[in-house]
Each structure stands twice: as structure tokens, then as C-alpha cells.
């Protein structure tokens, strides 16, 4: 694609909704959700178009992909019983998933730059508030703001 937005590709063809594209690391591979299996999933497809993999199998309602910056490890977003929504992650090469909050209204997750550390926001006193956590979801930290309510995290600048 040209930065002016022409050669523009249709890479899914499917009638399913697919939302919250990512790329991986390297750039060959995309990351998104689709309902094309009756409820949110997140798939991977390459970057050239192809088939798409569904990738969470674990819960019915799974969103928001974020990849780690070594490409091994997927965070995303997982509805469970009784609608909490909590951050989890996937190691990509075995398929392990493990919940690392406990919360009920996690979003957003982005890694920092060095894959340590994940930023997310989730809802504490009825208000957003940016959350960290360590990738075994050991340590967790509440980041201070200005009170005002918090979306869409993200770590930068990215100089490499």
C-alpha cells in the first residue's frame, strides 16, 4: 500500500466481521478478530492474504490482539463466565494460555518495547485507570494519571 492509500488489498473474503487488525513483528503475519466461527476469535492470516487460522480456543469471546515485540507472545482480551473481561496470554509456539488478572473490565493491552511488561486499562472506583502487569501476571501496578478517564494505552516512543 502507498502512504497516499492507493493499492489498497481485500485480504479476508468472508462475510464474518473482522475487526482490530495487528501485525506481527516481522510484518508477514496479521493478527484480528473475526465472528466467522459464531462468536469473537482471534485468527492469523499472512500479510499477502491466504487462509486465516483461528488461533484462541479457549472461551467464547476473545478480543483485542496484541503481539509481543519477539512475536512469541499473544495478549488479548477473553469474556469470561458472568461477563469479566480479563487480560490473558498465549504463548504462540505451545498454545499455553494463563489469565494474568483478575479484574473485571480489562482492555486495551499493548506491550512495552522490551516484552516485559504489558499496559492495559481496566476500571477501579468507577473510573479507566492504566494498569501494568508482568507477562506470568505476578506484579501489577496501578499508574498514576491525572484522573482523567483512561483508553487505549500505548508504549513509545519506539526508537530502535
Do not use: C
Amino acid at each position: 500500500m502507498g502512504r497516499d492509500g492507493s493499492g489498497l488489498k481485500r485480504l479476508t473474503q468472508s462475510g464474518a466481521i473482522d475487526t482490530e487488525a495487528t501485525y506481527a513483528p516481522d510484518g508477514r503475519t496479521i493478527y484480528f478478530v473475526s465472528d466467522r466461527g459464531g462468536g469473537p476469535q482471534v485468527y492469523r492470516m499472512s500479510a499477502a492474504g491466504g487462509n486465516a487460522d483461528r488461533v484462541t480456543f479457549t472461551g467464547a469471546y476473545n478480543i483485542s490482539p496484541a503481539l509481543s515485540p519477539d512475536g512469541r507472545t499473544l495478549a488479548y482480551i477473553s469474556r469470561l463466565g458472568g461477563g469479566n473481561f480479563r487480560l490473558h496470554a498465549m504463548d504462540l509456539a505451545d498454545g499455553n494460555v494463563r489469565a494474568l488478572t483478575d479484574t473485571n473490565d480489562d482492555e486495551s493491552p499493548s506491550f512495552a518495547p522490551n516484552g516485559r511488561l504489558l499496559v492495559y486499562t481496566s476500571r477501579a472506583q468507577g473510573r479507566d485507570v492504566l494498569m501494568t502487569t508482568t507477562l506470568d501476571g505476578k506484579i501489577k501496578s496501578r499508574l498514576l494519571t491525572t484522573g482523567a478517564d483512561m483508553r487505549e494505552p500505548a508504549w513509545g516512543p519506539f526508537g530502535r
